[in-house]
């Protein structure tokens, strides 16, 4: 299901990481590998596979909830043949996704900063 305003939203706090973001199409072919209910039960076989046609390092899945005030997620990142979960609590739309991608943000920096035996400098 696409939401302009939530897809928008995403984009834009991917791009104020840094963070290069691909949104599934969702098209026939998605929607006959997984569904609702499969990304809902954050089953990480049927979201590897229905993403394995993107020939990308890392995946992250996440349930977005609209409620009265405020917005609240869950969040997995598939990376490294090991899953981080987290979630946000109960923000607006823009503050929850900044807070999201920072989760991204956060262990990927961890696991691409260079240590001191990694240092280019002697």
């Given at each position: 299901?696409h939401?302009?305003?939530?897809e928008?939203?995403?984009?834009?706090?991917?791009?104020?990481?840094?963070?290069?973001?691909?949104?599934?199409?969702?098209?026939?072919e998605?929607?006959q590998?997984?569904?609702?209910?499969?990304?809902?039960a954050?089953k990480?076989?049927?979201?590897?596979?229905?993403?394995?046609?993107?020939?990308?390092?890392?995946?992250?899945?996440?349930k977005?909830?609209k409620?009265?005030?405020?917005?609240?997620?869950?969040?997995?990142?598939?990376?490294?043949?090991?899953?981080?979960?987290?979630?946000?609590?109960?923000?607006?739309?823009?503050?929850?996704?900044?807070n999201?991608?920072?989760?991204?943000?956060?262990?990927?920096?961890?696991?691409?900063?260079?240590?001191?035996e990694?240092?280019?400098?002697?």
């Amino acid at each position: 299901m696409h939401i302009p305003k939530v897809e928008k939203a995403i984009q834009d706090a991917a791009m104020a990481k840094g963070i290069p973001l691909l949104l599934p199409l969702m098209d026939l072919e998605e929607k006959q590998a997984i569904s609702v209910i499969d990304i809902l039960a954050a089953k990480p076989d049927k979201i590897l596979e229905a993403s394995s046609r993107y020939d990308v390092a890392t995946i992250l899945s996440g349930k977005l909830v609209k409620k009265r005030t405020c917005w609240s997620s869950e969040w997995a990142l598939h990376f490294n043949n090991k899953i981080e979960r987290w979630t946000v609590s109960c923000t607006d739309l823009k503050t929850n996704l900044n807070n999201a991608l920072q989760g991204v943000y956060e262990y990927l920096s961890v696991f691409y900063a260079l240590r001191n035996e990694d240092s280019i400098i002697p």
